[in-house]
């Protein structure tokens, strides 16, 4: 390995790589609702773009009931059931 790709590497934290999986994971559960109340999830992204910070993004979604990882597989098969 180079010498500047290793201290690319080493510069970059977990918690740099991580905030993409969680915005991902939040963005699956809001699209996942949106199916059933619409106006719910236009209220919760108002409230994370008003209200939300990288300190409380997880009571934001506690306070709507929202738990990571609960729509995942369902989010699966219907990327799924669209490809073929």
């Known amino acids: 390995y180079d010498k500047e790709d290793l201290d690319f590497y080493f ?5 740099t790589d991580m905030a993409y999986q969680i915005a991902y ?4 559960e809001l699209y ?4 059933k109340d619409k106006d719910l999830v236009l ?11 990288s300190d409380n ?6 306070k709507y009931g929202i738990k990571l990882n609960n729509s995942v597989v369902d ?10």
């Open 32 to 35: 996942m609702l949106y199916y």
């Open 25 to 28: 994971l939040i963005a699956i």
């Open 43 to 53: 209220s919760i992204c108002e409230d994370i773009v008003k209200n939300g910070t």
């Open 57 to 62: 993004i997880f009571s934001l979604l506690d």
């Open 11 to 15: 510069e970059q934290g977990i918690t």
């Open 75 to 84: 989010y699966e098969n219907k990327i799924y059931k669209k490809r073929f």
